[in-house]
């Protein structure tokens, strides 16, 4: 939905993306979902109160309109703060990088540090991180300039799932949208017959395409805002 910015909290929604989402929940038998890895505050404070479902911490912790946050998963966090000391050292260590803790995970930011040393630093959190765990319930990320390291046993895909108790199939149209590699969980949980939007350099993954959902590719989130505004239109 929205540009990356050099840090994320600037990346906010606009004033034109939340009217697009209201519009969009008040079409008839409509409902709008976002799942996110941001945290619970930044979507209360950002959609809390728009008539939407939200996802917070990549399935962590849901609400639907007008309700109280839930946690959808139960889980061992005993690892978590000694890798957020080991991600706070190392981001003490790199200009412009920063630590950013959820509920059930920690990211390690360096979009605003040196591009090649917090590449250079960021392959070597990859590598090193594997032993910090050492068989601990939880997995690692690599997004868009951030390392994450977040529960085992979490992921978008783990609400979308529940949102169709019958597995994968479903008597409504469903459409996803993602940009990041977590969302191919999402993605990869769309009941049957969806369409799985593929957002800038995400592609989907081939050992997935069934001939069961529509793929397609939206350049970024412009297109994204372009191709719901069409929706609405159509309707």
Not at 17 to 32: F, G, M, Q, W, Y
Not at 90 to 103: I, L, N, Q, T
Not at 174 to 185: A, E, S
């Amino acid at each position: 939905l929205r540009e990356f910015e050099v840090h994320p909290d600037l990346a906010q929604p606009t004033p034109e993306i939340r009217a697009l989402l209201r519009s969009l929940a008040k079409l008839p038998e409509t409902d709008v979902h976002i799942v996110s890895g941001r945290r619970r505050r930044n979507l209360e404070q950002w959609f809390g109160r728009l008539p939407i479902h939200l996802c917070a911490e990549h399935g962590y912790l849901a609400r639907a309109p007008g309700e109280e946050w839930r946690t959808l998963v139960d889980l061992d966090l005993s690892w978590l703060r000694p890798i957020e000391r080991l991600l706070r050292r190392v981001a003490a260590d790199v200009p412009g990088a920063h630590v950013e803790r959820k509920s059930c995970s920690v990211a390690w930011h360096y979009r605003q540090a040196e591009p090649e040393y917090g590449s250079w630093r960021a392959r070597e959190l990859l590598n090193d991180l594997p032993q910090h765990l050492a068989g601990a319930p939880a997995e690692i990320l690599a997004g868009h300039q951030v390392v994450e390291v977040r529960a085992l046993g979490v992921d978008k895909g783990v609400y979308v799932r529940s949102l169709f108790p019958n597995g994968k199939e479903s008597t409504h149209f469903v459409v996803g949208l993602g940009d990041d590699r977590t969302d191919h969980d999402l993605l990869d949980a769309l009941p049957s017959g969806s369409v799985a939007g593929h957002v800038g350099g995400l592609l989907p993954r081939t050992n997935q395409v069934d001939g069961r959902r529509e793929d397609i590719h939206l350049v970024g989130p412009g297109e994204v805002r372009a191709f719901l505004g069409g929706l609405i239109e159509s309707v």
